[in-house]
């Protein structure tokens, strides 16, 4: 692991996966995304105006299919 990730605030992160061929499937309190993938990735990113906290970023990259570092050059 790359060590330490910056704060983002969830718009920021929905910014990327959309960049990255993700598109909404829902939206409410948390956005639901997915992608062309075969199986597709579901990420499930919390919408509100804070940062997330690290472990709920994690899980979003996670979610997505890429490492750390994979997210921070994508940035």
């Known amino acids: 692991m790359s060590g330490r990730l910056p704060a ?3 718009a920021e ?3 990327v996966l959309e960049r990255n061929g993700f598109r909404l499937l829902r939206s409410t309190k948390h956005r639901t995304y997915t992608d062309d993938a075969a199986p597709p990735h ?3 990113v919390p ?3 804070r ?3 690290p ?3 994690r ?3 996670e ?3 890429w490492t750390d570092d994979e997210f921070l050059k994508l940035l």
């Open 63 to 65: 979610q997505a299919g």
């Open 42 to 44: 579901l990420v499930t």
């Open 47 to 49: 919408f509100h105006p």
């Open 51 to 53: 940062d997330l906290k």
């Open 13 to 15: 992160v929905i910014r």
């Open 55 to 57: 472990r709920t970023l």
């Open 8 to 10: 983002l605030r969830p």
């Open 59 to 61: 899980s979003i990259i």
